[in-house]
């Protein structure tokens, strides 16, 4: 049974920081590429930076140099470094793998930002 469960978040000031956190079970870990993906309130889901095995990392345009993605796979947690928060970054954040990302269709079922995770909140003021 895959679980992930996403922490860390809560409510900054403009160019505040905040450290996330995702933590898995059921997942073969070290296998997997991730992802950190985010959904505001009316937009859609969006991945905000990506992590291979092999520890590449690729960034939205928007996040890059302010973001950082890493992962542990001795805890099975991969992490997501925010610093210089801006009120655009407000959303709920979301990790996945990449086995079964957000967007994703197959065999009739088409998989969202919240299929694998409740997420977190992140508000900037």
């Known amino acids: 049974h895959v679980q992930l469960v996403e922490s860390g978040g809560g409510s900054v000031q403009d160019g505040g920081s905040l450290r996330l956190s995702c933590g898995t079970s059921?997942?073969?870990?070290?296998?997997?590429?991730m992802g950190w993906y985010r959904q505001a309130p009316g937009s859609e889901c969006e991945l905000v930076a990506r992590?291979?095995?092999?520890?590449?990392?690729t960034y939205a345009d928007s996040v890059a140099g302010r973001f950082t993605i890493s992962r542990d796979n001795a805890k099975n947690t991969m992490y997501l470094q925010m610093n210089n928060l801006k009120p655009e970054d407000t959303a709920m954040y979301y990790c996945?793998?990449?086995?079964?990302?957000?967007?994703?269709?197959?065999?009739?079922?088409?998989?969202?930002?919240?299929?694998w995770g409740q997420g977190t909140q992140v508000t900037v003021s």
């Open positions: 992590i291979t095995t092999t520890g590449q990392t």
């Open positions: 059921g997942v073969n870990f070290e296998a997997s590429d």
């Open positions: 996945a793998t990449d086995r079964y990302p957000p967007g994703y269709c197959v065999g009739g079922k088409c998989y969202s930002c919240d299929s």
